[in-house]
């Protein structure tokens, strides 16, 4: 009966879950992502819990979490940081559970909120997350500034699981770099820049991204680093001392 899509370690979750089988694999042959039905995904030395109110946490974003916390041991501070469109709070979490951190999360939705915070308790960290848009809080005072923004294009074909997850969460205006610009119009204007700044991107905005941070933010290093798969997908913003 297991789909042969499904991997054998998650199907042993899903038969532990459910008793109701034949349910499960209608949901899985229609393209239902499976980390729904589990409930939860594993990510870093945390467990997330995860529904159709946030998007999926994927592994190219643990490798962005965990670059981070290397970046920020080397400073050798007690970072203050800001993590914006925190959706279910794994990046948050993630960085308190691992580094001695302040974190604040920022998302627009209400419902990710809410289970950012159920999160942040059921791994036992001390996040606060603020429902705001995220050009609607101040960005002064920040050691770190972090952000896995919508960067679909609306025109950009996607996997037919996607279609479960909250369109707020992925897609954006201008080719998908419309949040991208915002945050960093937004830094340029800062008294006190933070020390980092960092993305994850779609694998065609790195260049874009260059040119704007060239234009706006003169005072930083841009930094380009590929996913496991090869891809641009990731921007580190190191400012000048």
């Known amino acids: 009966m297991k789909p042969d899509f499904v991997s054998q370690a998650d199907w042993e979750l899903l038969v532990k879950k459910s008793s109701n089988l034949t349910e499960i694999v209608d949901k899985l042959n229609n393209h239902y992502p499976v980390q729904y039905l589990i409930g939860n995904v594993p990510f870093l030395n945390t467990v997330i819990k995860v529904d159709e109110r946030v998007l999926i946490p994927r592994f190219e974003t643990e490798f962005l979490v965990a670059e981070i916390i290397k970046k920020i041991k080397k400073l050798n501070i007690q970072p203050k940081i800001l993590d914006l469109g ?15 951190c302040d974190v604040i999360g920022v998302d627009i939705s209400q419902d990710a909120i809410n289970l950012a915070k159920d999160n942040a308790t059921s791994n036992n960290v001390d996040v606060k997350f603020i429902n705001k848009s995220m050009f ?27 279609l479960y997850e909250p369109a707020v969460a992925l897609y ?70």
């Open 86 to 100: 925190s959706g279910s709070g794994c990046i948050s979490i993630a960085l308190k559970k691992n580094l001695d």
């Open 136 to 162: 609607d809080i101040s960005y002064e005072k920040f050691d770190m500034i972090i952000s896995n923004p919508p960067y679909v294009s609306y025109d950009e074909e996607v996997g037919k699981e996607v």
């Open 172 to 241: 954006a205006l201008d080719n998908g770099l419309f949040y991208y610009k915002e945050i960093i119009k937004k830094i340029s204007l800062l008294n006190n820049k933070p020390l980092l700044v960092a993305f994850e991107i779609g694998y065609q905005q790195g260049d874009c991204l260059k040119n704007l941070v060239i234009n706006l933010l003169p005072d930083y290093n841009f930094e380009l680093k590929k996913d496991l798969a090869g891809k641009d997908r990731y921007v580190f913003l190191n400012k000048i001392k």
